[in-house]
T-cell receptor
Framework: AQSVTQLGSHVSVSEGALVLLRCNYS??????LFWYVQYPNQGLQLLLK??????LVKGINGFEAEFKKSETSFHLTKPSAHMSDAAEYFC??????????????FGQGTILTVHP | EPEVTQTPSHQVTQMGQEVILRCVPI?????FYWYRQILGQKVEFLVS????????KSEIFDDQFSVERPDGSNFTLKIRSTKLEDSAMYFC?????????????FGPGTRLTVL
């Protein structure tokens, strides 16, 4: 069974400050990892994903995440927050095994607030 | 840019009534999913669907739930007899191919309120 834990249901930063959203996963098989963002009244939009290869993954809007197997983590970062980054962020894991049809297991989400 | 659409955006129903939530996946996608999020809880997988068959379903997806692709464009989730605990945001998603690496594209959701 897989699970995802996002530390902090709410994170507040000032505009221009570093954004760090934490995600830890549990998986019995090599995981595929995703970060999605949800803006108000919109669907979940993929920010970035890790499948194989380079452990530092770059996504849209200046976000990046690093897969650390030893720490079972996939934290999301952005060097400088912008007001438009205010949204809810979801970390998710998918089973890399052959029996999976792509089922995503999500964390509980982190609401990011950006102050002027 | 193609997107997944869902209707209605908000559905209010009485307990025991049947509801059908509708989704139009991206046109060339082959795999379809339903997820739900009860207020304050995690987004949970319900079911995946391919080639007119359920590929995988969760424990939540019991006999009260069904999915259908009635034509070439719509993908529906039916709840036969709604319960209070079915109140949630329901998300539809689609992906071009099977596979855990493939990106799932999500719709904006339907908020279901059962009274």
């Amino acid at each position: 069974a897989q699970s995802v834990t996002q530390l902090g249901s709410h994170v507040s930063v000032s505009e221009g400050a570093l954004v760090l959203l934490r995600c830890n996963y549990s998986s019995s098989v090599p995981p595929y990892l995703f970060w999605y963002v949800q803006y108000p009244n919109q669907g979940l939009q993929l920010l970035l994903k890790y499948t194989t290869g380079a452990t530092l993954v770059k996504g849209i809007n200046g976000f990046e995440a690093e897969f650390k197997k030893s720490e079972t983590s996939f934290h999301l970062t952005k060097p400088s927050a912008h007001m438009s980054d205010a949204a809810e962020y979801f970390c998710a894991v998918s089973d890399a095994g052959g029996t999976s049809y792509g089922k995503l297991t999500f964390g509980q989400g982190t609401i990011l607030t950006v102050h002027p | 840019e193609p997107e997944v659409t869902q209707t209605p955006s908000h559905q209010v129903t009485q307990m025991g009534q049947e509801v059908i939530l509708r989704c139009v996946p991206i046109s060339n996608h082959l795999y379809f999913y339903w997820y739900r999020q009860i207020l304050g809880q995690k987004v949970e997988f319900l079911v995946s669907f391919y080639n007119n068959e359920i590929s995988e379903k969760s424990e939540i997806f019991d006999d009260q739930f069904s999915v259908e692709r009635p034509d070439g464009s719509n993908f529906t989730l039916k709840i036969r007899s709604t319960k209070l605990e079915d109140s949630a945001m329901y998300f539809c998603a689609s992906s071009p191919q099977r596979g855990s690496t493939d990106t799932q594209y999500f719709g904006p959701g339907t908020r279901l309120t059962v009274l």
